[in-house]
């Protein structure tokens, strides 16, 4: 069974970076064809894809958000990181991780979410 | 605004049959495949269809999907009150080189 979780602050203050965690079981993220991705959400709001992580290191960014954004994993913990930097009120939303294999949109299992406020 | 078009809201009864679309362009649903997803409410996505028409395991016969040039659908038959939800269409867009998400609609079973 794959479940995955995000960890991370609730609220960060604009300006600062956000750095949120993915931690997952149930797949290895060493495996071919294996992915974890990014996804937000403001609140009320359309989702909106970030970054995805493949099992051989290949990493891909929103175009749009690629400035600010890098995703990084650490298989031995089982673990996805992504920090989005210079944070801003329009970040506030709920992040969440997802397990992907092979496609880039076609995740078929997701962590519950982590919202992120954003406020001086 | 996103470069997917889906209309805000649908409604239906229970038992009927509900079509969401998806508009887009020769750089997304015209030359990519599309999936879709289903929110109920206060919880994560859910992959609901993949490759334009594809069900993944568990997800009922009830649902299915289509494509045409630059459109796609998902339709809903036998409606049922625990399809009530917010629904988002996806598709890869060769200019933007990204992933896009459609605006969402939300279905209302009446």
């Known amino acids: 069974q794959i479940t995955l979780k995000e960890s991370g602050p609730a609220l960060v203050k604009p300006t600062q970076t956000l750095t949120l965690t993915c931690t997952f079981s149930?797949?290895?993220?060493?495996?071919?064809?294996?992915?974890v991705g990014w996804i937000r959400q403001p609140p009320g709001k359309a989702l909106e894809w970030l970054a995805l992580?493949?099992?051989?290191?290949?990493?891909r960014y929103s175009p749009s958000l690629k400035s600010r954004l890098t995703i990084t994993r650490d298989t031995s913990k089982n673990q996805v990181v992504l920090t989005l930097t210079n944070m801003d009120p329009v970040d506030t939303a709920t992040y969440y991780c997802?397990?992907?294999?092979?496609?880039?949109?076609?995740?078929?299992?997701w962590g519950p979410g982590a919202l992120v406020t954003v406020s001086s | 605004q996103s470069v997917l078009t889906q209309p805000p809201s649908a409604s239906g009864t229970p038992g009927q049959r509900v079509t969401i679309s998806c508009s887009g362009s020769?750089?997304?649903?015209?030359?990519?495949?599309v999936h879709w997803y289903q929110q109920l409410p206060g919880t994560a996505p859910k992959l609901v269809m993949y490759?334009?028409?594809h069900r993944p395991s568990g997800v009922p016969d009830r649902f299915s999907g289509s494509k045409s040039g630059t459109s796609a659908s998902l339709a809903i038959s036998g409606l049922q009150s625990e399809d009530e939800a917010d629904y988002y269409c996806?598709?890869?867009?060769?200019?933007?080189?990204?992933?896009?998400f459609g605006g969402g609609t939300k279905l209302t079973v009446l």
């Open positions: 997802a397990h992907t294999f092979g496609e880039v949109l076609r995740f078929d299992s």
């Open positions: 149930g797949f290895s993220l060493s495996t071919s064809e294996v992915g």
């Open positions: 992580i493949y099992w051989d290191d290949d990493k």
């Open positions: 020769s750089s997304n649903i015209g030359s990519n495949t």
């Open positions: 490759y334009n028409y």
């Open positions: 996806a598709a890869w867009d060769d200019s933007l080189r990204g992933p896009v």
